[in-house]
């Protein structure tokens, strides 16, 4: 039986959504703000301000919050982050937050620490542990790779059950708004796994047009990560996940995304036709036509 929902009428208090213009962030503050709960959206460029380097913020954002999602930018793998987790979430159990949510990643052993630590504190927590996005290929970093046809990377033949960001979203906000979900890790990933080049010829199909799978040597990889300009921090996380969580550790699916929601996860094939409707992955040069 689903666990009922927290409407704005019995919820008291403001939900907190850290990094709430990023990938999950967004559509989870979305998705609060439709159920009529109040949501306080902090990232860097908002009012409140939320900077994960900038401790200086933090309480302001906090102020009046009964629950908050926790997602740490770029990733929980950058040396820092699990220090700067343990403080966020002494500073929320401080100021009387009863619910936290932690996006982090499956694999990584930086990540599985900053759990533990939200684990151990004074507070209603869920984790929701999360495989590669699928939006990482069509509003993230590789959409400029599919555009232009070819998806050069160093991840060889080791599957990844990709998963919809849009379902770790609704994990997230059950979790922040439902009853039933506190004390829970929730690996959540599609339905199958796939090699990057199956997933090449699952957007090909989608967008009517080939779209290559290449891989590169992961030095090659590094040293053009690192001319295109990007972060220090981006170049090195980049790095850490072809060669790290790309070693087949990885390479099975789980079911939080079942306990969570009761329903299947999104299948790569429904993503892409509906991301190929939206002109996402039309050739470069090419007009759009939707």
């Known amino acids: 039986m689903k666990a009922p929902s927290i409407t704005q009428q019995d919820h008291q208090g403001v939900v907190l959504v850290l990094g709430g213009t990023g990938k999950t962030g ?75 949510v932690l996006l982090s990643g499956r694999g990584e052993e930086e990540a599985q620490a900053c759990e533990r630590i939200l684990q151990a504190a004074e507070v209603e927590w869920t984790v929701v542990r999360a495989s590669w996005f699928m939006q990482n290929f069509s509003e993230g970093e590789f959409l400029g790779m599919v555009q232009a046809g070819v998806i050069t990377l160093p991840a060889g033949d080791i599957p990844e059950p990709f998963i919809d960001v849009d379902d770790i979203a609704e994990v997230a906000v059950a979790a922040l708004t439902e009853e039933g979900h506190a004390g829970e890790t929730y690996e959540v990933t ?53 060669e790290t969580v790309l070693d087949g550790r990885n390479a099975y699916v789980a079911d939080g995304v079942q306990r969570a929601l009761g329903r299947a996860p999104v299948d790569v094939t429904a993503f892409a036709r509906r991301i190929a409707a939206h002109g996402s992955w039309q050739a470069v040069g090419e007009e759009a036509t939707a």
Do not use: H, M
């Open 26 to 100: 967004r559509r989870v503050a979305e998705r609060l703000q439709a159920r009529g709960i109040e949501t306080r959206i902090a990232s860097r460029s908002t009012t409140p301000a939320f900077d994960w380097n900038d401790p200086s913020g933090w309480e302001t954002a906090f102020e009046g919050v009964t629950a908050a999602y926790l997602t740490y930018a770029p990733d929980l793998a950058i040396p820092g982050a699990t220090e700067a987790i343990r403080r966020v979430v002494d500073l929320a159990v401080a100021k009387g937050v009863r619910r936290l």
């Open 190 to 242: 599609g339905p199958r796994c796939l090699t990057f080049a199956e997933l090449a010829g699952e957007i090909s199909r989608a967008a009517g047009r080939e779209v290559a799978f290449v891989p590169v040597p992961a030095a090659d990889f590094a040293r053009a990560v690192t001319a295109s300009g990007a972060p220090q921090e981006v170049a090195w996380l980049l790095n850490y996940l072809f």
